[in-house]
T-cell receptor, first 112, second 114 residues
Framework: QQQVKQSPQSLIVQKGGISIINCAYENTAFDYFPWYQQFPGKGPALLIAIRPDVSEKKEGRFTISFNKSAKQFSLHIMDSQPGDSATYFC???????????FGAGTTVTVRA | DGGITQSPKYLFRKEGQNVTLSCEQNLNHDAMYWYRQDPGQGLRLIYYSQIVNDFQKGDIAEGYSVSREKKESFPLTVTSAQKNPTAFYLCATGGRDRGAEKLFFGSGTQLSVL
């Protein structure tokens, strides 16, 4: 049973557009929410992360929005570029055992 | 990538065979992890180790075994008891406990059944 539900499974966006990926969770013991980016044939790499005491975090073209009361968080990729084409995983870390639970992943394709 | 080396990149398993996936790191990280990646299912934790000579089962440990005899190495054996072993296997490292906020992943091993 997946503890972090991620949607959509895939999305296609035009170059310069905005990509939005959503994640939801139920476990109130989660205290840290990272996003990982994975290119084909490679391992994931940490992209950006947020803690629940902050509602938004921005790094370059990537922004995490966090809604603690709704137990939801999302990744926005502004001005999407072909090089952003990858699979994105949201995750959540439990305060109880520090293990990460990953979402199912979203494959983003940016068309030039 | 970087200081984590997984080998081989591709591996084929015959029926009833045990196979071992290698993971070596030079990042001096205490914690090491094995994840299994299947299309549409994200990353699922198989085993993890926070210190040498100690390891814990993750969410899908059945049919797998590990050892942690050295800080740098955390090999994963896929046993014949794992009936559906075809997947992309990822090794990761990080700090211990709260320090494990950033995981570093290797480039993975694709295991297929002949």
């Amino acid at each position: 049973q997946q503890q972090v539900k991620q949607s959509p499974q895939s999305l296609i966006v035009q170059k310069g557009g905005i990509s939005i990926i959503n994640c939801a969770y139920e476990n109130t013991a989660f205290d840290y929410f990272p996003w990982y980016q994975q290119f084909p044939g490679k391992g994931p790499a940490l992209l950006i992360a947020i803690r629940p005491d902050v509602s938004e975090k921005k790094e370059g073209r990537f922004t995490i929005s966090f809604n603690k009361s709704a137990k939801q968080f999302s990744l926005h990729i502004m001005d999407s570029q072909p090089g952003d084409s990858a699979t994105y995983f949201c995750a959540a870390r439990s305060l109880n055992d520090y293990k990460l639970s990953f979402g199912a992943g979203t494959t983003v394709t940016v068309r030039a | 990538d970087g200081g984590i080396t997984q080998s081989p990149k591709y591996l084929f398993r015959k029926e009833g065979q045990n196979v071992t996936l290698s993971c070596e790191q030079n990042l001096n990280h205490d914690a090491m992890y094995w994840y299994r990646q299947d299309p549409g299912q994200g990353l699922r934790l198989i085993y993890y180790s926070q210190i040498v000579n100690d390891f814990q089962k993750g969410d899908i440990a059945e049919g797998y075994s590990v050892s942690r005899e050295k800080k740098e190495s955390f090999p994963l054996t896929v046993t014949s008891a794992q009936k559906n072993p075809t997947a992309f296997y990822l090794c990761a490292t990080g700090g211990r406990d709260r320090g494990a906020e950033k995981l570093f992943f290797g480039s993975g091993t694709q295991l297929s059944v002949l």
